[in-house]
């Protein structure tokens, strides 16, 4: 694994440049860095020594060429991967977010984010356009604003975690989407008696 200092946009850039070429990228991730603005890319590669050796090389000169900073290379545990002690911190937090958006819009997401809901620890997949954020606080307004706001991204959210108070108070899987109704449908067919965790389906089904 490769990891490089630089802006949120510029990271976004790299990542699909990463992804989508023969570099061979199994992860393109982005976490936030010490630094006003600076986001760290991580980009990562598993296989035989001399092939993963190759691939640094040509990731670093990528890096690089982009104008970030402090490149640091890195070995992980495949079984443990290389975000456990991120996704501990995240887990940590009373709220955890996770969104879904296309990559190409996960750094506008991940601004939005930070800026309604505070700079908890975040991590950008932009393999699967996935965010997942830690928060302290989330106020009754923010969370509906948000998920209409990633929604215009063409994203949804989802509240992973939260107060029960909190998530008594709102909708956990953000603002209704047009597909719920089927499978609402779906449910009443194959559950007319509401038997089955009731409640936990988007729209309180």
Do not use: N
């Amino acid at each position: 694994m490769i990891a490089a200092a630089g802006g949120a946009e510029a990271c976004s850039d790299l990542a699909a440049q990463a992804l989508g070429s023969s570099l061979g990228a199994v992860f393109a991730t982005a976490e936030p860095d010490d630094g006003a603005g600076r986001w760290r890319l991580r980009i990562g590669f598993e296989g035989f020594a001399g092939t993963v050796a190759a691939q640094l090389a040509r990731a670093g000169a990528l890096l690089a060429a982009a104008g970030f900073e402090d490149a640091v290379m890195a070995d992980y545990d495949v079984l443990d991967g290389p975000f456990g002690d991120l996704y501990d911190r995240i887990a940590r937090h009373p709220f955890v977010v996770r969104a879904g958006v296309p990559a190409d819009r996960a750094a506008e997401a991940a601004g939005l984010l930070r800026r309604r809901a505070g700079e908890g620890p975040m991590l950008i997949d932009y393999g699967f356009g996935r965010i997942l954020f830690g928060a302290g606080e989330l106020g009754d307004a923010v969370w509906p604003e948000v998920g209409e706001r990633v929604r215009a991204l063409d994203g949804h959210l989802q509240m992973e975690k939260a107060p029960d108070a909190f998530k008594g108070r709102h909708e956990v899987f953000g603002p209704a989407r047009p597909e719920w109704r089927l499978m609402h449908r779906v449910k009443e067919a194959l559950d007319p008696r509401g038997v089955f965790s009731p409640g936990t389906m988007p729209g309180r089904r």
